[in-house]
């Protein structure tokens, strides 16, 4: 009990430091940074009977913040670099209107599944957390969803 107290004193203390470090360290990406920061301080729960809180633990805090930022950075990086080539890949197999063997790739989806996808990648891109309130869903239900979206339209390597 007393080490969840102790978490809890350090979340109160360091929690305001901690985000706009992670908000600096992630060019001011408010969404990024706040999930950054609930990973400092999940971890920090996770690991409170290994860590000792007699020493440094604002030290632990900005060192895990840090890694963390510079994870989510790698991981955000490879996921637009997928996006940016999956959409590559269905503007390279869509529809050519003067061709009437030509089928579009986008015509494997749903009038719902089309819709969300358009405006995940047009009008709604830059507000996720709108776009998943407009259509009913979380923000983890959202991307899940797109991933899904993704799978079912993007084109298998054969060989």
Not at 79 to 87: D, E, Q, V, Y
Request: charge should be neutral; hydrophobic fraction near 30%.
């Amino acid at each position: 009990m007393k080490k969840e107290r102790l978490c809890d004193d350090a979340a109160q203390k360091y929690y305001k430091n901690i985000l706009q470090f992670c908000l600096r360290l992630l060019d001011y990406d408010g969404y990024a940074a706040e999930e950054c920061t609930q990973e400092v301080f999940m971890l920090l729960t996770v690991k409170k009977d290994k860590l000792d809180f007699g020493q440094n633990i604002r030290g632990w805090l900005y060192a895990s913040a840090e890694r963390i930022c510079k994870d989510y950075r790698k991981r955000e990086s490879r996921r637009l670099s997928h996006i940016t080539n999956t959409l590559d890949d269905i503007k390279d197999q869509a529809y050519d209107p003067f061709s009437s063997d030509s089928d579009s790739i986008l015509d494997y989806l749903s009038h719902e599944e089309y819709q969300l996808l358009k405006a995940y990648y047009t009008e709604e891109y830059g507000n996720r957390t709108s776009l998943a309130e407009k259509y009913g869903m979380t923000t983890s239900q959202l991307y899940k969803k797109i991933c899904s979206i993704r799978k079912k339209i993007t084109p298998q390597n054969k060989e």
